[in-house]
């Protein structure tokens, strides 16, 4: 069953100062997102197949967007999916969950930390917070963060709003302590 996608969206952001101190680097941010129709909106489905596998042909999808505004580079990723009304969370976790990372971790050469994600049910015009983590290990306090997502005409009823987004360099101004960036051993996803 191919999806349908009404629209593609892309946000990019560049922070150049925070704490009224201009930063040695502009922080980059970037969030690609489609809306598609939601194939199973209305009706209960046991076996979400379609939407697993559109996960990974999306996430591939995303992923060379959100890379692409990047400039190629990215060490903090996080996804996000809004389903409209007549959908069901269950919809979103299949498009997020079993398949959507395979590609995304190979575009950015490997990412051994969960993707962080968020998801929820709501209308057109709903805000969603993509958490971002470091992609190779999840206690790099410096890049915990998130972005907004915010699409006016989406979802209507019977789509899904998903979103992939990116970050380099994490947050602006660290400095809670916590394992950081170069001290990652990369073993087990976590330090």
Do not use: W
Request: aromatic share 4%; proline share 7%; with cysteine.
């Amino acid at each position: 069953m191919p999806m349908q996608i009404r629209k593609f969206i892309l946000l990019t952001e560049d922070v150049l100062e925070e704490g009224g101190r201009p930063l040695p680097q502009p922080r980059r941010r970037a969030i690609a997102a489609c809306v598609l129709k939601n194939p199973f909106a209305g009706h209960f489905e046991q076996d979400l197949t379609p939407l697993i596998d559109a996960g990974e042909a999306l996430g591939a999808e995303l992923v060379e967007r959100a890379l692409a505004a990047m400039g190629g580079e990215a060490d903090s990723y996080g996804k996000a999916a809004i389903v409209g009304e007549g959908g069901e969370l269950e919809h979103a976790a299949a498009l997020l969950h079993p398949k959507m990372g395979t590609p995304v971790r190979a575009a950015l050469g490997g990412g051994a930390a969960l993707i962080p994600s968020a998801k929820k049910r709501a209308g057109m015009g709903a805000t969603i917070d993509i958490p971002l983590g470091h992609k190779d290990a999840a206690f790099v306090r410096s890049h915990f963060d998130a972005i907004e997502l915010r699409v006016t005409d989406a979802p209507m009823a019977g789509e899904i709003l998903l979103a992939l987004a990116l970050s380099k360099g994490g947050r602006p101004c660290p400095r809670i302590g916590g394992l950081s960036a170069e001290e990652i051993e990369g073993h087990d996803g976590l330090r």
